[in-house]
């Protein structure tokens, strides 16, 4: 049974982590998305936070100095990558967004969200955290997160009309330029 102190580091741990889920979910809610896809979205986004942290907590000690950094720069690319072709596509004449959250970019987009969790997963694995409880809380909350941001950025891109899958491809850039350098 987890302490309540764990609960609590756990919770903020979780609200850290799916942050970014929330930021790239806003910046994806930018393009015009239905109620079914921004909950397949959530769901699938909620599952990778809890398959990378497993995966980093399993691997453990042995790769976290030398795969930790390598995870944030393949993220940072994945979502500056992701960020120039929402902005690009924007700007062309096809009313269809370049980048869709469906299929193999609904992965790229779960991936580029959560290999910050794979990187915090070694860390746990080394502190010995309990592992279901912190995969599932991970889970949970970057899905809540993400549906936050989705719904959100949905708003916003009504009040922007067609500005609002470029201003989606901003955030997307910005915030994967946050995580190749960081200040």
């Given at each position: 049974?987890?302490?309540?102190?764990e609960w609590m580091t756990l919770?903020?741990?979780?609200?850290?982590?799916?942050?970014?889920?929330?930021?790239?979910?806003?910046?994806?809610?930018?393009?015009?998305?239905?109620?079914?896809?921004?909950?397949?979205?959530?769901?699938?986004?909620?599952?990778?936070?809890?398959?990378?942290?497993?995966?980093?907590?399993?691997?453990?000690?042995?790769?976290?100095?030398?795969?930790?950094?390598?995870?944030?720069?393949?993220?940072?690319?994945?979502?500056?990558?992701?960020?120039?072709?929402?902005?690009?596509?924007?700007?062309?004449?096809?009313?269809?967004?370049?980048?869709?959250?469906?299929?193999?970019?609904?992965?790229?987009?779960?991936?580029?969200?959560?290999?910050?969790?794979?990187?915090?997963?070694?860390?746990?694995?080394?502190?010995?955290?309990?592992?279901?409880?912190?995969?599932?809380?991970?889970?949970?909350?970057?899905?809540?997160?993400?549906?936050?941001?989705?719904?959100?950025?949905?708003?916003?891109?009504?009040?922007?009309?067609?500005?609002?899958?470029?201003?989606?491809?901003?955030?997307?850039?910005?915030?994967?330029?946050?995580?190749?350098?960081?200040?």
């Amino acid at each position: 049974m987890a302490t309540m102190g764990e609960w609590m580091t756990l919770l903020f741990m979780s609200v850290a982590l799916g942050m970014d889920a929330f930021s790239i979910g806003l910046g994806m809610g930018m393009i015009s998305l239905r109620l079914k896809q921004i909950m397949k979205i959530g769901v699938t986004i909620g599952l990778f936070h809890m398959l990378m942290p497993l995966a980093g907590m399993t691997i453990g000690k042995q790769i976290s100095l030398h795969f930790g950094g390598i995870a944030a720069i393949i993220g940072g690319i994945l979502l500056v990558i992701l960020g120039i072709t929402m902005i690009r596509s924007s700007f062309s004449s096809d009313d269809e967004p370049f980048v869709q959250p469906i299929g193999i970019g609904l992965l790229v987009f779960a991936l580029s969200a959560s290999l910050d969790s794979f990187s915090v997963g070694l860390s746990l694995g080394i502190y010995g955290a309990k592992t279901w409880l912190t995969i599932l809380m991970f889970g949970i909350m970057s899905m809540v997160l993400t549906w936050a941001g989705l719904i959100m950025g949905k708003k916003v891109q009504k009040w922007l009309g067609s500005y609002g899958e470029a201003f989606g491809g901003c955030i997307l850039l910005a915030f994967g330029v946050k995580i190749l350098f960081p200040f």
